[in-house]
Nanobody
Framework: VQLVESGGGLVQAGGSLRLSCAPS????????TGWFRQTPGKEREFVAA????????FYADSVKGRFTISRDNAKNSVYLQVNSLKSEDTAIYYC?????????????????WGQGTQVTVSS
């Protein structure tokens, strides 16, 4: 499964973006999906995850109340709405998929990863 992220960009602190993730040439059905982020010199960090059915979600404490993960299986897409952005949210955001119900917090539980989309928050 090849995942393609989009929606990143440069935004001022307090602003919003909507990141999207879609598989190339395959359906997302039966795949739990997660978002992770990474900055240079730091380990990859869990951000949010959603079950394949969309009825269960997990969030990192640092983004609770500001980020929302959702999915539209009819459109074969998963989204991460990021609001009230802070400079510390600056990172490359990666979409990941795992065959199974989910949601899953651990990066090693995911089988497929996208190339990432850059989010830069200016203060």
């Amino acid at each position: 499964v090849q995942l393609v992220e989009s929606g990143g960009g440069l935004v001022q602190a307090g602003g919003s973006l909507r990141l999207s993730c879609a598989p190339s040439g395959r359906t997302f059905t039966s795949y739990a999906t997660g978002w992770f982020r990474q900055t240079p010199g730091k380990e990859r960090e869990f951000v949010a995850a959603i079950s394949w059915s969309g009825d269960s979600t997990f969030y990192a404490d640092s983004v609770k109340g500001r980020f929302t993960i959702s999915r539209d299986n009819a459109k074969n897409s998963v989204y991460l709405q990021v609001n009230s952005l802070k400079s510390e949210d600056t990172a490359i955001y990666y979409c990941a998929a795992a065959y199974g119900l989910g949601p899953y917090r651990g990066g090693d539980e995911y089988d497929y990863w996208g190339q990432g989309t850059q989010v830069t928050v200016s203060s």
